[in-house]
């Protein structure tokens, strides 16, 4: 009997230490959703969990990417995952379907705006993970699309990724055949992209999380 009270606190309080650890939100489109990804375990969020975990770090990773996703249909999506998951952290991985359809780049901007503001609102930090249009949209409407992203990293003083597919992008070896995303070649290039940024942020919430555990 005692054996079996004791296994029930240890349940219990496991599961209280898992509820209680920050989450990271990552709020993206397909390059963050695994898009043509053979294996979920392929993509650079999953990687990411891993990371954190063999780092020592204890975050849960919620990962609220859509394929498809644009910055108003990730505005419309965000009020609700904020309320559900309650993130510490907000990745925000979004704007490249915007880009990619030509969308106009005011409307775009006040998407992305609002959406930082809300995250910032609910007490999450935000790291902004910016995007790049190929030359054939035309050197206007490129420069003012990556300009979205550097000038809210500036204005709200986000920590950002200037490019997410750095490194990427020009090699065809590490890209589907699509020339849109990554293969599985290319995601733990995207991590490698993204944690510089992101270490910063993980702070005090994990290793508070590290000792507990």
Do not use: C
């Not at 975050?59 to 910055?71: D, L």
């Not at 959406?115 to 995007?131: F, P, R, S």
């Not at 986000?158 to 995601?187: E, Y």
């Amino acid at each position: 009997m005692k054996r079996l009270v004791a296994l029930l606190v240890l349940i219990v309080a496991s599961a209280s230490a898992r509820a209680e650890a920050p989450v990271i939100l990552v709020f993206g489109d397909s390059i963050s959703a695994g898009y043509g990804l053979e294996r979920v375990d392929q993509g650079w969020v999953e990687l990411l969990k891993t990371r954190l975990k063999t780092q020592g770090y204890g975050y849960q990773v919620v990962n609220a990417s859509v394929s498809g996703e644009t910055t108003a249909g990730g505005l419309a999506r965000l009020p609700r995952a904020l309320e559900l998951h309650h993130p510490s952290i907000v990745i925000l991985e979004l704007g490249g379907n915007d880009g990619l359809r030509a969308l106009p780049i005011p409307q775009f901007r006040a998407n992305l705006t609002q959406m930082v503001t809300l995250a910032l609102a609910a007490g999450a930090k935000v790291l902004l993970l910016g995007m790049r249009m190929p030359p054939n949209y035309g050197p206007q409407y490129t420069e003012q699309f990556a300009m979205v992203f550097s000038d809210l990293a500036r204005e709200k003083k986000l920590p950002a990724v200037p490019f997410l597919l750095n490194n990427i992008a020009l090699t065809p070896s590490l890209m589907q055949g699509d020339d849109i995303h990554p293969n599985a070649l290319g995601q733990p290039i995207l991590l490698d992209n993204v944690w510089p940024a992101l270490k910063p942020l993980l702070g005090k919430a994990g290793e508070a999380s590290r000792a507990a555990q």
